[in-house]
């Protein structure tokens, strides 16, 4: 597994209860440029706030543009990002139920990289940089994010207990319980499961499973697993049916993804903060 290069802060302890979901990693680094870095997809929606001199871009097909507060929904378009020596950014990283009251969006919205004045207005969302930025600490800067993030899940929609269940049993099962069987767990029909899963998650039970079966088969591959070992654990038909679906997620191959510095941070920067 490649090295991270990136200096690392993580809260010290659980975030409060309303705000399940919330993971937070501050990154910062002074020696290494970063010009082309791949984004992995992973079963969360995520917020990033550019807290440095240094500019940060983002590339996701539609050419690169600079980006101060961005948020990459589920299952985008491949995507890479870049920061000249210096940066600093604040990431965090909401579950699909919890960034559906947060963003006022499905999936975070779901597919796409976009600013987040476009969710929340653009005073907003300078204000709350300003404070990141001015903060004296990465513990300050997480208790704001998470006062900022508190009020608006607050005030924000709900999703349906059935919905909420159904992400939850398909992250727990590592994306392999069936759609027919989730229904009637739930006691919905398959149609209002679909229907209603899609509107507030803002893709299908099957892309839901789909993602978070290639989350962890990509995490392995990182860990130095053999992809036909990979392929066999994760509940894929074959090493083929694997590649295709990296191919499909990133527009890279196996070998490349088990590359990318981005999957060497997880233990660090998005472990389950103690007591939770």
Same mark, same amino acid.
């Given at each position: 597994?490649?090295?991270?290069?990136?200096?690392?802060?993580?809260? @010290?302890?659980?975030?409060?209860?309303?705000?399940?979901?919330?993971?937070?990693?501050?990154?910062?680094?002074?020696?290494?440029?970063? !010009?082309?870095?791949?984004?992995?997809?992973? *079963?969360?929606?995520?917020?990033?706030?550019?807290?440095?001199?240094?500019?940060?871009?983002?590339?996701?097909?539609?050419?690169?543009?600079?980006?101060?507060?961005?948020?990459?929904?589920?299952?985008?378009?491949?995507?890479?990002?870049?920061?000249?020596?210096?940066?600093?950014?604040?990431?965090?990283?909401?579950?699909?139920?919890?960034?559906?009251?947060?963003?006022?969006?499905?999936?975070?919205?779901?597919?796409?990289?976009?600013?987040?004045?476009?969710?929340?207005?653009?005073?907003?969302?300078?204000?709350?940089?300003?404070?990141?930025?001015?903060?004296?600490?990465?513990?300050?800067?997480? @208790?704001?994010?998470?006062?900022?993030?508190?009020?608006?899940?607050?005030?924000?929609?709900?999703?349906?207990?059935?919905?909420?269940?159904?992400?939850?049993?398909?992250?727990?099962?590592?994306?392999?319980?069936?759609?027919?069987?989730?229904?009637?767990?739930?006691?919905?029909? !398959?149609? !209002?499961?679909?229907?209603?899963?899609?509107?507030?998650?803002?893709?299908?039970?099957?892309?839901?499973?789909?993602?978070?079966?290639?989350?962890?088969? @990509?995490?392995?591959?990182?860990?130095?697993?053999?992809?036909?070992?990979?392929? @066999?654990?994760?509940?894929?038909?074959?090493?083929?049916?694997?590649?295709?679906?990296?191919?499909?997620?990133?527009?890279?191959? *196996?070998?490349?993804?088990?590359?990318?510095?981005?999957?060497?941070?997880?233990?660090?920067?998005?472990?389950?903060?103690?007591?939770?």
């Amino acid at each position: 597994m490649p090295r991270p290069p990136w200096e690392i802060a993580v809260p @010290a302890g659980p975030v409060p209860g309303p705000l399940r979901g919330l993971r937070m990693a501050g990154f910062s680094d002074r020696r290494t440029d970063l !010009r082309n870095l791949l984004l992995i997809p992973h *079963p969360s929606v995520t917020l990033a706030f550019n807290l440095g001199g240094a500019p940060l871009s983002v590339d996701d097909g539609a050419g690169r543009r600079g980006c101060e507060r961005l948020v990459i929904g589920l299952a985008p378009d491949t995507v890479r990002a870049g920061g000249e020596r210096g940066f600093a950014c604040l990431q965090l990283r909401l579950s699909p139920l919890l960034a559906h009251a947060v963003l006022g969006a499905p999936g975070g919205p779901y597919g796409e990289a976009v600013d987040l004045d476009a969710l929340w207005g653009r005073a907003a969302a300078e204000r709350l940089q300003e404070r990141l930025r001015v903060a004296g600490s990465w513990p300050e800067r997480f @208790a704001i994010a998470e006062r900022a993030l508190a009020l608006r899940a607050q005030d924000g929609p709900v999703v349906d207990p059935e919905v909420a269940y159904a992400w939850r049993r398909l992250a727990a099962d590592h994306g392999l319980v069936r759609v027919d069987r989730l229904a009637r767990e739930t006691g919905w029909s !398959r149609k !209002r499961l679909w229907s209603r899963f899609r509107a507030q998650v803002g893709l299908t039970p099957q892309h839901a499973a789909r993602l978070i079966r290639f989350d962890r088969a @990509a995490h392995r591959l990182s860990a130095g697993t053999p992809p036909s070992r990979v392929a @066999a654990d994760s509940g894929y038909a074959d090493q083929s049916h694997l590649h295709r679906d990296v191919r499909a997620f990133t527009g890279a191959t *196996p070998s490349a993804i088990a590359e990318t510095p981005f999957l060497a941070v997880d233990d660090v920067a998005w472990a389950a903060p103690r007591g939770q």
